[in-house]
């Protein structure tokens, strides 16, 4: 990997001879950004021996890097990315795309534009210190275990592009040309679109090509290959090849399968067709996919339905309906047979496999999951012109769904399709959703004997205007499609995080669940109907104790099972507590109630990710956060014994889960600080001897940063606060700073975030504040159901004001606010009751609750009813139950009462709060001649998208502020605006004197 080597000494004693060479730090501007640094995609091969990380700049090049732990020696790819160790530790590959310069001429229009080119691939063996590059891959797939087989796609190309090897020169890819770009081959009308595949052991050399693969799948063991190829049947008249007749070419689907252990290739199909989504199982002794004899475009002539086009830009548009037939192979076998078809016994009348679904095998290979929904007949010729039909959406009361939300849904509800089961070992098909219960979430990896039924069909106009999601919960029989309901309108998630969801233990022998009526977890056996409350006798609170919008909290949450299923560990705001499912057992806290005595959150860790399941007597390790301090760190404890946890280690610093290598006792973790970037760290698993790895953003040291402190205070409401108070790097003494105060909900406990200097997308960003000599002062918020702006006055206020009486370096006639959505909101609704701020910045604020309730969040088609009544906004009842709360919490109705400038940020596509709030509120302040400014970044969402965009705001913002906080000249874009005739031409940045 010697031409890959960056000289990391070198670098280092560039920063120094920086540092030394400018003794006075320059405040960030804007144009550092684009070259600070992100380090991601942190990984440790198996045997601990080996760790690789990334490092890339917000728009530019980046780098891989890769760390020999027991050598000490650092290697890096320049544009590596997406890197992949082999299970047996003994290679990596990994994608070097092309330079970003590259990419960017290829995209220009016009003369001197180039082909776009590909990614390539790198291999690096560790043993021999070997490097193998291909250019043009489109994918690679390394074996998941036991193995040093993978295989990659190659896009064909011209014969004189192809690579004459060796290592590539530095900024310059794998597989490229010095001086040329390779060229795609060009493919005739009729000709296979497959690439080369590659089937490759690195450490071996051995390797296997083939042509024109269209699609493939590797077993996770490294067994097994199975691909899909296509080869030109000249002159052919095939029946039912749609486009094709006699004298043209016709094309011939092969499947194959590849044995790495033998090096044998066996042909288990050949046919003129439609094949697809071809799948292995992990142990390499099947395969299975998808064969349809319907070679046309489409089995439905007329697939997009009349219908607008949504707000976000998008249009309904079905996909192919043909019909497809599921074919398997198992070793040993001379070819593939048909397993199940539309007739086959267990497929509902009517009804045929889609490919929308992805065809797998479960874990254990016992079974196959694909998707079936009923057969659509095909829509007739429109005999109308496009000018001769109307269009219109009919809006009725009774629709389970409102039309903007059914538009959002057409697609996945023209491409719908039911999981579905083939039992291999009885050969029996199982339907396993439908449409009256539609959906089916397959768990345990498929190897288990239920799955998780669900319907919200009975609640959707219920859901639509309440922030729960009530659900019919069944359990369903994955050998016999028998299912039972089990819970009927739960309200909660089902299987998506770790919180109050309904769920499966992982041996399948429990159905456990969060009763909101209650405030306790539930649980049943999967073959019994006895429902049992297993945390009636945990005398604390399970529910979210600080829960503050009018509807009922949710739990803490859940952790991992116990080996086969049995004990759960359940949380509660600070501890751990081991259940036992059938309630056998009294509940036992596993950390011994350490976490309340000490305001400490204990939360499982999961350090290794293929685990299902915790020992019964395994030491765990804890993820540790003092609610008060803000410290944070690592405990340990075992499942066996319920005690104080063993403290690994505690600090001042923010810390990410460890990763601990399969087969070692060596683990890689970050941690960082809001004045040092979160880079990468080894140590053992008790954090004994750590060794910093990375130094992504050594240029920091160059810039003014800044410091991050914990503040407290009484509110007005006589509520203890937290919040933090950012200041600038050697504030000078005796001078007077300006403040900005920015806010969300609340935002205390990101005390020891680190944040990179990065465009905005809707807010400040605080270390370009900080280092332009501001304060940044961010409160937390309670909040009163019904009176949302008056909370936040009380906290935001009595804040401001304890910070101004307890630090006399803070200018109190200079302060800001900035924040952005429920942050802008409350903004609009403090300037309306306060002059204290002398400029104020709101990102897409609601300004009229009246108007707001009864519209359309866009991007979701959802009602906005349910936001106000029971959610984020905490009114708590409807608009004509409490008209007078909907008045007093709409800033619109006391706009005249305003006297600070605002600025504001609303964009015409804001699918999340409608711009027309914005609008409503800056023909207010117009009416009113009150200064008032708004940014509308044409066809943006409700955070900015473009990174041009978000550099714009960036500058216009600090302008704005530096302009009424710094008394810097206004920039002419404040001045007398920008006329729709220069829009594009000028940006107005200048400043007037």
């Known amino acids: 990997m010697q031409k890959f080597i960056i000289t990391t000494l070198l670098l280092k004693a560039t920063i120094t001879f920086l540092i030394v060479a400018q003794p006075e730090k320059p405040p960030l501007t804007h144009d550092v950004y684009d070259g600070w640094n992100n380090l991601a995609r942190q990984q440790i091969s198996a045997d601990g021996r080996w760790v690789s990380w990334e490092v890339n700049p917000q728009e530019g090049d980046g780098w891989l890097y890769l760390q020999d732990l027991q050598q000490d020696r650092l290697d890096s790819v320049p544009r590596g990315n997406r890197a992949v160790f082999s299970p047996n530790s003994d290679f990596m590959a990994f994608y070097v795309s092309p330079p970003k310069s590259i990419l960017r001429q290829a995209l220009l229009p016009g003369p001197g534009a180039v082909q776009m080119p590909g990614d390539s691939v790198g291999i690096y063996v560790f043993a021999s210190s070997s490097n193998t590059t291909a250019g043009r891959v489109e994918t690679f797939t390394v074996a998941g275990e036991e193995s040093s087989w993978m295989v990659y796609l190659i896009r064909d190309r011209a014969p004189s592009a192809e690579p004459t090897g060796g290592m590539p020169q530095q900024g310059q890819a794998p597989g490229e040309q010095s001086g040329s770009m390779p060229q795609q081959r060009q493919t005739q009308p009729g000709q296979p679109q497959g690439a080369r595949m590659i089937i490759f052991n690195p450490v071996t050399g051995q390797k296997h090509e083939f042509p024109d693969v269209v699609d493939y799948s590797f077993s996770k063991n490294g067994k097994l290959a199975a691909f899909i190829q296509t080869a030109n049947a000249q002159d052919q008249v095939i029946p039912g090849l749609h486009g094709y007749g006699t004298g043209k070419s016709a094309v011939q689907t092969t499947v194959n399968i590849f044995n790495t252990t033998n090096g044998t290739t066996t042909r288990i199909l050949e046919k003129a067709g439609s094949v697809s989504s071809v799948t292995t199982c992990d142990q390499g002794l099947q395969a299975a996919f998808l064969v349809s004899s319907d070679n046309s475009e489409s089995g439905h002539p007329d697939n997009r339905p009349a219908g607008r086009t949504l707000q976000n830009g998008t249009a309904g548009t079905a996909g192919p309906d043909k019909s497809y037939d599921l074919w398997y192979w198992k070793e040993d076998a001379a070819g593939a047979s048909k397993i199940v078809t539309s007739t086959t016994q267990g497929m509902p009348e009517g009804w045929n496999i889609r490919k929308n679904q992805p065809v797998t095998f479960s874990g254990n290979g016992d079974r196959l999951f694909f998707g079936t929904a009923p057969t659509r007949e095909p829509r007739p010729r429109e005999p109308l012109l496009a000018d001769e039909k109307y269009s219109v959406d009919i809006w009725h009361y009774r629709d389970s769904r409102i039309q903007p939300q059914q538009l959002v849904e057409l697609l996945p509800d023209q491409n719908r399709a039911y999981p579905a089961a083939f039992n291999v070992g009885s050969d029996k098909m199982v339907q396993l959703a439908r449409p009256d219960m539609p959906g089916a979430t397959t768990l345990q990896r498929g190897n288990g004997n239920f799955e998780l039924g669900t319907s919200a069909l009975p609640y959707q106009i219920q859901n639509s205007f309440e922030s729960g999601e009530y659900t019919d919960i069944y359990l369903i029989d994955v050998n016999t499609g028998n299912r039972r309901l089990v819970l009927e309108k739960h309200r909660g998630s089902i299987h998506r995080s770790t919180l109050g969801d309904a769920r499966l233990s992982p041996g399948g022998r429990y159905l456990i669940w969060y009763s909101q009526a209650d405030s306790n977890w539930h649980a049943m056996s999967t073959t019994g109907n006895k429902e049992r409350n297993i945390t009636a006798d945990i005398p604390f609170p399970l529910f979210n104790e600080q829960f503050d919008q009018p509807s009922l909290p949710g739990p803490y949450g859940i952790g991992p099972w116990t080996e086969d299923d049995r004990y759960v560990l359940i949380y509660d705001r600070y501890d751990i507590w081991k259940v036992d499912p059938t309630g056998s057992e009294k509940a036992v806290s596993l950390t011994g109630g350490y976490g309340r005595a000490n305001n400490i959150r204990f939360r499982h860790i999961q350090t290794e990710s293929e685990k299902t399941a915790i020992g019964a007597r395994e030491a765990i390790t804890l993820s540790a956060f003092h609610i008060y301090t803000k410290q944070s760190g690592f405990y340990t404890v075992r499942t066996h014994r319920p005690s104080a946890p063993a403290r690994i280690i505690m600090d001042d610093v923010s810390f990410d889960t460890p990763v601990k290598a399969k087969d070692a006792n060596v683990i890689i973790w970050r941690k960082g600080t809001f004045t040092h970037y979160p880079d990468l760290w080894v140590s053992d698993p008790d954090f004994h001897n750590p060794r910093k790895l990375s130094s992504a953003n050594p240029r920091q040291s160059l810039y003014k940063w800044g410091t991050a402190e914990l503040v407290e205070w009484v509110s007005f409401n006589h509520d203890s606060l937290q919040g933090i108070l950012y200041r600038p790097e050697n504030m000078e003494p005796g001078k007077k700073y300006p403040m900005i105060v920015y806010f969300y909900e609340r935002m205390s406990d990101n005390l020891h975030r680190h944040y990179v200097p990065a465009p905005s997308r809707a807010t400040i960003n605080i270390p370009y504040t900080v280092s332009n000599d501001y ?86 088609g959802l009602s906005r009813i349910y936001q106000y009544e029971e959610s984020q906004s905490r009114l708590g009842g409807s608009l004509w139950q409490k008209p007078l709360l909907y008045l007093e919490n709409s800033p619109l109705f006391y706009a005249d009462k305003i006297s600070t400038p605002l600025l504001m940020m609303h964009n015409d596509n804001d699918g999340a709060v409608p711009w027309y709030q914005g609008i409503e509120f800056f023909m207010a302040l117009r009416r009113l001649d009150k200064p008032v400014w708004m940014l509308n970044y044409n066809g943006e969402v409700h955070s900015l998208t473009r990174r041009p965009n978000m550099k714009d705001l960036s500058v216009r913002m600090h302008q704005f502020f530096d302009h009424y906080l710094k008394d810097e000249p206004q920039p002419a874009w404040m001045h007398h605006g920008i006329p729709a005739t220069e829009k594009g031409r000028m940006d107005g940045y200048e400043l007037i004197e």
Do not use: K
């Open 775 to 860: 304060l940044v002062f961010v409160p937390d918020i309670p909040y009163a159901i019904g009176y949302p702006g008056q909370s936040a006055y009380n906290a935001i206020i009595s804040g401001t004001q304890a910070m101004l009486s307890r630090f006399d370096f803070i200018d109190r006639l200079n302060i800001g606010i900035q924040g952005h959505s429920w942050a802008g909101y409350q903004i609009t609704w403090l300037l309306t009751r306060t002059g204290m701020f002398r400029a104020a910045m709101a990102g897409a604020p609601v300004a009229n609750m009246t108007s707001a309730y009864g519209g359309i969040r866009w991007e979701t």
